[in-house]
């Protein structure tokens, strides 16, 4: 029969604990809670967050922006879809610490005065939203894209929104709603 056996002597003194002394210290967060501060739709918050917080925890638990939904946790189905610096990215995969100083959007974000971005207002015309939980996601991812992409496809359309998931199957709807967001964006006109 074999057993673990455990040692109580000291360990140090060789050439690896000598070359971590001799290493500088980089900047180290944690791993208690940090000052973070996060620019969110155009206005600044402060935080208290340990370093490990997701932006979609800092979002939803933190500042109570709870559009961006937490559904995977692993950024394969797209509900948490925030634009950070123009880049459509997942939330749930973004450390809080590490959007410091980004422009960050959230679905709380877009509409002006009452009035629906032109997205959210082609996902309602189309009946693209079902049960809604993925609907933030897509509305945000869709911006996203209509920023770079101003005048697609049907086509450009189905690739561009590839990251995101809807389990009710509105994707007819979207694809419509996309293209009629697209037209509104650009003031009504065609391509």
């Given at each position: 029969m074999r057993g673990v056996g455990i040692s109580t002597g000291a360990v140090g003194?060789?050439?690896l604990e000598t070359a971590a002394l001799a290493?500088?210290?980089g900047n180290v967060a944690g791993p208690g809670a940090v000052p973070v501060t996060l620019k969110?739709?155009?206005k600044p918050y402060s935080l208290n967050i340990e370093p490990r917080v997701t932006l979609i925890d800092a979002l939803r638990n933190h500042l109570d922006l709870t559009g961006a939904k937490k559904v995977c946790d692993r950024a394969t189905c797209g509900a948490c879809t925030v634009i950070m610096d123009g880049k459509v990215v997942y939330s749930c995969t973004t450390l809080a610490i590490e959007a410091q100083g980004k422009d960050i959007q959230?679905?709380?974000g877009f509409s002006q005065n009452g009035?629906?971005?032109p997205v959210s207002a082609a996902f309602v015309n189309h009946d693209a939203q079902q049960c809604g939980y993925c609907t933030p996601g897509f509305v945000?991812?869709?911006k996203g894209f209509l920023d770079k992409h101003p005048n697609p496809t049907e086509q450009?359309?189905?690739?561009?929104l590839g990251g995101n998931l809807c389990r009710c199957g509105t994707y007819v709807g979207m694809r419509k709603a996309?293209?009629?967001a697209a037209k509104e964006m650009r003031g009504g006109r065609n391509a």
């Open positions: 003194s060789g050439i290493a500088p210290a969110i739709n155009g959230t679905i709380e009035k629906l971005h945000v991812a869709v450009d359309v189905e690739a561009g996309v293209l009629e």
